[in-house]
C-alpha cells in the first residue's frame, strides 16, 4: 500500500493555523467509508483504492424540494477521468462553482438533489470531489478542510474551490496532479 503524498509540499505561504501542534497531526480518526483514510480530510490514492477493488464511490443526496433522500453512486475512474480535464486549466470551471443538480425522481422536480454533507469527520470528501460537489461546502466544511490540508481559507471563492479540488486530487493521484 502506498501511502498517500501529504508528505512535505510546497508552501502555498502562510500558515493558517495556530493550534496546528504536532499531536494534532498524527491524530488518526475511524475512517467511515472504505475509500477515506485515518487521517482528517485525506482520501486514498487511486491505486491504493484499485487495488482493494474500491472502484464504486457512492453517497447520500437529498431532494431539495421533497426531502426525500437517495444513494447514488460514480464509477470512480471515469469520474477521475473528467475532472481530470479541468485540472490543468488553472481555474475553476462553472460548473464547480454552481454545479449542475440531478432530477429528483421522486417529485420531478428538476435540479434539485443535492448531497448531504456531513460533519467533518464524517464528510464523503471523494464522493464530493466525484460529483464536482466541492462548491457546496459551507464555511465550516472549508475551514475544517483548510485546517487539516493546509491550504489557504482567505482566497477568493472560486480560487479557492479550485484549490480544493486540486489538494483532493493530489491525495487521491500526486503523479499526475501538478502542484500547487
Ligand atoms: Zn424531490
Not at 12 to 17: D, I, L, N
Request: with cysteine; net charge positive; hydrophobic share 30%.
Amino acid at each position: 500500500m502506498r501511502q498517500t503524498d501529504i508528505g512535505p509540499r510546497a508552501s502555498t505561504g502562510t500558515s493558517t493555523s495556530t493550534q496546528s501542534t504536532e499531536e494534532e497531526k498524527n491524530e488518526t480518526i475511524t475512517p467511515v467509508y472504505p475509500w477515506a483514510t485515518s487521517r482528517h480530510a485525506i482520501v486514498h490514492t487511486l491505486d491504493y483504492l484499485v487495488s482493494k477493488e474500491i472502484t464504486i464511490i457512492s453517497g447520500e443526496v437529498q431532494c431539495q424540494k421533497c426531502q426525500q433522500q437517495y444513494k447514488i453512486q460514480y464509477e470512480l475512474q471515469d469520474k477521475v477521468n473528467e475532472i481530470a480535464k479541468f485540472i490543468f486549466k488553472n481555474r475553476a470551471p462553472n460548473i464547480w462553482m454552481t454545479p449542475n443538480l440531478p432530477n429528483c425522481k421522486y417529485c420531478n422536480q428538476r435540479n434539485c438533489f443535492k448531497p448531504i454533507i456531513s460533519k467533518d469527520e464524517s464528510i464523503n470528501w471523494l464522493f464530493l470531489l466525484l460529483g464536482q460537489a466541492t462548491g457546496f461546502y459551507k464555511i465550516d466544511q472549508l475551514k475544517y478542510f483548510c485546517k487539516h490540508t493546509k491550504i489557504h481559507r482567505t482566497r477568493p471563492k472560486n480560487r479557492f474551490v479550485y484549490l480544493t479540488y486540486m489538494e483532493l486530487c493530489k491525495q487521491l493521484d500526486p503523479r499526475k496532479t501538478p502542484r500547487l
